[in-house]
């Protein structure tokens, strides 16, 4: 069902020192950048170099919001760790039929036109863990 890892997500307390870390030090470069005001979060996701799984830098947009409470609570460090599934509401209605605790239920907007759904760290041996389905691509006609 997971047929890769898209992203590892950290939550940062200060974005720009920890987007410049990762440029300027790590090497990594940037290929997205999303403010996604349902999650309350800003996020920045860079890749390496040489391709594979991407980073995923999360800023809380406020003290109110679940990464602003993850910061507070625990401080800076892995968020959620993202794989890709070609079917989203497939995934979720095989983790379902498992008894797998859900944090959503049903798929939701994640950033770059992508689909997404996060399943409980319960079910994940302690992990937050994100289900991401790429965008479709747009049929004949389509906007
Ligand atoms: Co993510």
Redesign the pocket.
Do not use: I
């Given at each position: 069902m997971l047929s890769r890892i898209a992203?590892v997500?950290l939550a940062v307390s200060d974005l720009e020192a920890a987007v410049s870390l990762y440029t300027h030090v790590r090497g990594l470069a940037v290929v997205h950048r999303e403010v996604v005001e349902d999650q309350g979060v800003e996020e920045v996701l860079l890749a390496p170099a040489s391709g594979g799984a991407e980073v995923?830098l999360l800023g809380a947009l406020g003290p109110d919001t679940p990464v602003g409470r993850f910061l507070a609570k625990r401080g800076e460090g892995l968020h959620?760790i993202?794989y890709e599934v070609a079917d989203l509401e497939a995934a979720l209605r095989a983790l379902r039929r498992e008894g797998v605790e859900l944090v959503d239920t049903a798929p939701r907007q994640g950033s770059a036109g992508t689909r997404?759904a996060f399943v409980h760290p319960k079910g994940n041996r302690g992990v937050l863990t994100?289900l991401v389905e790429a965008p479709r691509p747009a049929g004949p006609g389509a906007g």
């Open positions: 992203h997500a995923q959620h993202a997404v994100e």
